[in-house]
């Protein structure tokens, strides 16, 4: 992998490395796209833009290899740092590639849970990257899973709960990001459906109707998470910062209303 313009980032040499389409784990779009339509042993060239290469944010993080040997698979990681705003250009050999499974095709609630993790885990590298859209459709795909299934165990409707709170918590947060304040609003309220006792549910419900002028709702909302977690300062914080908000409102109001009584 090398910059359009020479400069040389990675090399694999007999090594190679493994490429999960739509991870973000050292993949993006451009290469995940051109992978899905490449033949088993065929090499391509290929050319991503920045855009639709690691943009903005770059990337800098380790890289995992495996060679095959008659020991066994042996492993290594290499340090790869790419600058912001790069356009790549690849020389790829499609050495193999496996397709998973589909949701019908997974044998155990086991399966699935196993299948929501990962992808949850996806949905967090697209997050943490600032990709908040790949974020929100893995973390939607994560809630698909729950569609296809019954029978869970005890311990495993915990584990199933647990993870749809953190997807709704996760999106929410992802629309905030976006700016866009109603489905931020409705993902909070699914959240709480899962868990009313649910701090952050609380926390992030309140911020987002606050900017929507809603002040008296985001007060209940962070009273009522700071009477489940007294010590938490990013809701105390939020509080203080509504109170202000409300007091200069209240100020604001009775100026107002001295102007109408004084021209009468």
Same mark, same amino acid.
């Given at each position: 992998m090398s910059q359009t313009d020479g400069g040389i980032f990675f090399q694999t040499g007999e090594w190679t490395v493994e490429i999960i389409i739509g991870s973000g784990d050292f993949s993006n779009r451009g290469l995940d796209k051109c992978l899905q339509y490449m033949h088993l042993k065929e090499k391509c060239t290929i050319v991503v833009p920045a855009d639709l290469a690691f943009g903005a944010k770059g990337f800098s993080g380790p890289v995992q290899l495996?060679?095959?040997t008659p020991e066994g698979v042996q492993t290594q990681q290499v340090q790869v740092s790419i600058p912001e705003n790069t356009p790549l250009l690849y020389e790829v050999t499609l050495l193999g590639f496996e397709?998973?499974?589909?949701?019908?095709?997974?044998?155990?609630?086991?399966e699935h849970l196993s299948c929501a993790e990962q992808r949850k885990k996806e949905g967090n590298q697209f997050f943490e990257r600032?990709?908040?859209?790949?974020?929100?459709? +893995?973390?939607?795909?994560t809630l698909d899973l729950f569609d296809f299934t019954s029978n869970f165990s005890d311990e495993e409707h915990k584990q199933e709960n647990e993870l749809k709170l953190v997807c709704h918590l996760n999106i929410c947060a992802s629309y905030i990001q976006l700016k866009d304040l +109603?489905?931020?609003f409705d993902e909070a309220n699914k959240a709480l459906v899962i868990d009313p006792k649910s701090v952050k549910a609380l926390w992030r419900r309140g911020t987002v109707a606050m900017e929507l002028g809603d002040l008296e709702a985001a007060k209940t909302d962070f009273e009522n998470a700071t009477r489940l977690d007294p010590g938490n300062k990013s809701v105390r914080t939020s509080l203080a910062n509504l109170n202000k908000r409300i007091l200069e409102q209240?100020?604001?109001?009775?100026?107002?209303?001295?102007r109408m009584f004084d021209q009468i």
């Open positions: 495996k060679q095959a397709k998973p499974k589909k949701y019908w095709q997974m044998e155990s609630v086991a600032g990709n908040y859209q790949f974020a929100i459709r +893995k973390y939607n795909r +109603k489905k931020a209240k100020k604001q109001e009775a100026v107002t209303l001295k």
